[in-house]
């Protein structure tokens, strides 16, 4: 009875040992990680959105040149005319080309805001995408979280510790076929 008690023992230890072991070599990661600027960059919503972004800010500047080239003209007449002017009419000009110079510098700083702002809700949507596609693959692989690798975030990550998701992602998303043309 105490060999039979004492081989129970040795074969529950060595079923322990051996799940220990397999654990500790292949341990399941718990995190994952991606360079969300890679992917995000890759998804066709991005060069849309991108189009789109150009269109508007070609808008912007051409208007931007337009009030320079008044201001141009407006400045060259009143260097050619600012000997024969009286006084009255020079301070009139020479006002009428501030004002135009401050509206052209205030027109440049809220086209700037107004382009930054016109960017970041041409995106959203596409963030969201890749968003909720890595939420998706985190949550199908049972991870606790997923680093952004982007910017030296994270210089070192162990593989074997971690998944990368890039694959994954782009598979959710639908662009595999960019997997196939990096293979080749």
């Given at each position: 009875?105490?060999?039979?008690?004492?081989?129970?023992?040795?074969?529950?230890?060595?079923?322990?040992?051996?799940?220990?072991?397999?654990?500790?070599?292949?341990?399941?990661?718990?995190?994952?990680?991606?360079?969300?600027?890679?992917?995000?960059?890759?998804?066709?919503?991005?060069?849309?959105?991108?189009?789109?972004?150009?269109?508007?800010?070609?808008?912007?500047?051409?208007?931007?040149?337009?009030?320079?080239e008044?201001?141009?003209?407006?400045?060259?007449?009143?260097?050619?005319?600012?000997?024969?002017?009286?006084?009255?009419?020079?301070?009139?000009?020479?006002?009428?080309?501030?004002g135009?110079?401050?509206?052209?510098?205030?027109?440049?700083?809220?086209?700037?805001q107004?382009?930054?702002?016109?960017?970041?809700?041409?995106?959203k949507?596409?963030?969201?995408?890749?968003?909720?596609?890595?939420?998706?693959?985190?949550?199908?692989?049972?991870?606790?979280?997923?680093?952004?690798?982007?910017?030296?975030?994270?210089?070192?990550?162990?593989?074997?510790?971690?998944?990368?998701?890039?694959?994954?992602?782009?598979?959710?998303?639908?662009?595999?076929?960019?997997?196939?043309?990096?293979?080749?």
């Amino acid at each position: 009875m105490k060999t039979l008690h004492n081989a129970l023992t040795a074969i529950a230890l060595l079923i322990t040992l051996a799940a220990t072991a397999t654990a500790q070599e292949q341990p399941k990661p718990v995190f994952g990680y991606i360079s969300y600027a890679t992917v995000f960059q890759q998804m066709p919503e991005y060069d849309e959105a991108q189009q789109n972004f150009q269109k508007l800010k070609a808008m912007y500047d051409a208007e931007a040149a337009r009030a320079e080239e008044e201001f141009q003209r407006k400045f060259s007449e009143f260097l050619q005319g600012q000997k024969e002017f009286p006084q009255s009419i020079m301070r009139k000009r020479q006002t009428e080309l501030q004002g135009l110079m401050e509206q052209g510098v205030e027109f440049r700083t809220k086209a700037q805001q107004l382009l930054a702002e016109a960017q970041a809700e041409l995106q959203k949507p596409v963030e969201q995408k890749l968003t909720a596609a890595i939420n998706a693959v985190a949550a199908r692989q049972r991870l606790i979280f997923v680093i952004n690798t982007d910017n030296h975030a994270c210089p070192y990550i162990d593989p074997t510790a971690g998944t990368d998701l890039y694959e994954p992602v782009l598979a959710e998303l639908g662009l595999a076929s960019l997997l196939d043309r990096k293979q080749q």
